[in-house]
């Protein structure tokens, strides 16, 4: 093969074919190739090419503030179809992205497939194997026993994974998509093509893409913030060697993450001190993100998602229990404190960053401790959907990595308001309930099943979800109240607010009093597992 040439975004955008299928590195703002995909969107509309574009994601490639990602060459003729672990997302007050425009429209076929199970998708293209046989995923969207992880109608009917018998048992089967194109992004490359990723808040998964579409013979290029002489990157900070790399795109401007030009921290080139995180004002998020953290046990690993988990790294933080237990996050990082807001998916003072489709095989085969994650409805039989919002559905981006974690996580616990829009407040060490909420979110059933109740239960996973006004227990008769907040009745703020019964054996013990008072509440962890 020739070395790799260093060349313009727009003679980048050159180099893709009319009806390639092209895999894209990013996650939000973090690593997104932002400039080339810019290219090519500029390309389009002055030629009409490339057209007909299959768009592989395993996590999403921009955002809402300012990264547009996918949304430059989401334009009709341009995609076919996209395969993503995730969309951009954002308020439900702005407009939604051009992609997701053509989700709801029914544009093009798009699916949302497990961020884990497209990484395993390019190692068996890499590898020229079938496919991925897999369990991850029965029982929810993603078996074609329901959605068939189908976004649209275009999507529902050209079926991307199917379900199969192998060695005595039931799988999921996705047959390998094979990318002929690839984008990715790095900080530096030699002049042979070397990438090393020092400024960068996580690597994703660019390797695994780039060994896919090297061994089928396609061309990968690499957008970099800067260019080094040959011969002067230390090999063990090379990850993607340049015999796998065709063309070097320089942008220097390349944001770090989302509205983040650049923070050492984030890369791990400088360590904050602990006492520069902000922990969150006393409220009722708060209160639920203290008793979250009372779930957890000394020396786990625990991976966390978005929303009012993310702040529980925080509550340990205030109460000096920080190290007690150990954070892993799907776009690599290890211990540390994760980032939140615009910066989520990102950590400072992380003990270690390693490739995201590793980080995915850690949880798909249920190697850490316990995750803690966010609900936006629950139904009677466990089943939670943090996936889709039909009504404003760029509010979520889809399942991402979280149909992996919670595949064969041993405790999960979820958290979030027991309904929509309610007015709560804090008032004397209880809390007060001004306004009921205008949606419930226990519901009958689910809009869409990103979690199975069900098959929680048969795999004998302990489930617990925390709200402001309870706590909630799955097991195999239902779900279970057992801790209920000073200030709230039982009958009324509990019961009542729920589409389906709730069991309630005995009555509920009292959710501890100094959680519901500003000042910290002496939190202890009990040992973890031997």
């Known amino acids: 093969m020739a070395f790799p040439r260093v060349m313009t975004a727009d003679e980048a955008a050159a180099l893709v074919p009319d009806g390639a299928v092209v895999t894209v590195s990013s996650s939000s703002g973090l690593g997104c190739p932002d400039a080339v995909l810019a290219a090519i969107g500029r390309r389009f509309d002055a030629s009409g090419h490339p057209r007909g574009l299959t768009t592989l994601h395993p996590i999403a490639a921009g955002d809402m503030w300012g990264i547009k990602g996918i949304d430059h060459i989401a334009k009709e003729g341009l995609l076919a179809k996209v395969l993503g672990g995730s969309y951009p997302s954002g308020p439900s007050s702005a407009t939604p992205p051009a992609i997701w425009q053509m989700v709801s429209g029914n544009a093009i076929p798009c699916y949302n497939i497990p961020s884990g199970i497209l ?44 379900k199969v018998e192998f060695a005595g048992d039931t799988w999921l089967f996705f047959p390998a998509v094979v990318p002929k194109v690839a984008i990715i992004r790095a900080t530096t490359a030699d002049e042979r093509g070397n990438l090393s990723y020092e400024h960068e ?76 995180f902000e ?35 925080r509550i340990l933080i205030e109460e000096g229990r920080h190290g007690d237990v150990t954070w892993v996050i799907e776009q690599g990082a290890v211990g540390g404190v994760p980032l939140i807001d615009f910066q989520f998916g990102c950590a400072s003072n992380a003990e270690c960053i390693v490739p995201s489709p ?86 009958n059933a689910v809009e869409h099943v990103t979690f199975s109740g069900r ?66 509440i002496g939190l202890t962890l009990r040992e973890g597992r031997a």
């Not at 008793?291 to 957890?296: I, N, P």
């Open 279 to 313: 922990v969150p004002a006393f409220d009722v998020s708060k209160v639920i993100a203290r008793r979250v953290a009372r779930e957890l046990r000394r020396g786990d690993a625990v991976n966390i998602g978005f929303g009012i988990s993310a702040n529980v790294p």
């Open 119 to 162: 990484f395993d998708m390019h190692r068996d293209a890499a590898a020229h194997r079938p496919g991925v046989l897999t369990k991850v995923g029965l029982d929810t969207f993603v078996d074609p026993d329901r959605e068939g992880c189908a976004m649209n109608a275009k999507a529902a009917a050209e079926p991307v994974v199917r």
């Open 358 to 443: 590793y980080q995915f095989t850690y949880f798909q085969g249920g190697g850490f401790d316990a995750s803690l994650l966010s609900f936006l409805q629950i139904d009677r039989e466990g089943c939670v959907n943090v996936s889709k919002l039909g009504v404003r559905p760029h509010v979520t981006a889809g399942a991402g990595g979280f149909v992996d974690i919670t595949a064969r996580a041993r405790r999960i616990v979820f958290s979030g308001f027991f309904s929509a829009a309610a007015d709560l407040a804090i008032e004397d060490g209880a809390l007060a309930i001004r306004r009921e909420g205008k949606v419930k979110k226990l519901v």
């Open 455 to 520: 098959r929680a239960v048969a795999q004998g996973q302990d489930v617990t979800y925390i709200t402001e006004r309870c706590v909630l227990r799955l097991t195999r008769d239902g779900i279970v109240v057992t801790e209920i907040a000073p200030g709230v009745n039982l009958e009324r703020d509990v019961l009542a607010q729920a589409e389906f019964p709730l069991i309630v054996p005995q009555p509920p013990a009292p959710m501890d009093p100094a959680l519901f008072r500003p000042e910290p």
């Open 201 to 276: 808040g996580g690597y994703l998964g660019p390797l695994d893409q780039a060994l896919a579409v090297r061994n089928n013979g396609g061309v990968v290029i690499a957008q970099v913030k800067r260019l080094a002489q040959a011969g002067t990157l230390k090999p063990h900070d090379v990850l993607v060697p340049g015999i796998l790399v065709d063309a070097i795109v320089v942008a220097p401007d390349q944001m770090q993450t989302t509205q983040t030009v650049y923070e050492p921290a984030i890369s791990g080139e400088v360590f904050r001190p602990l006492s520069s």
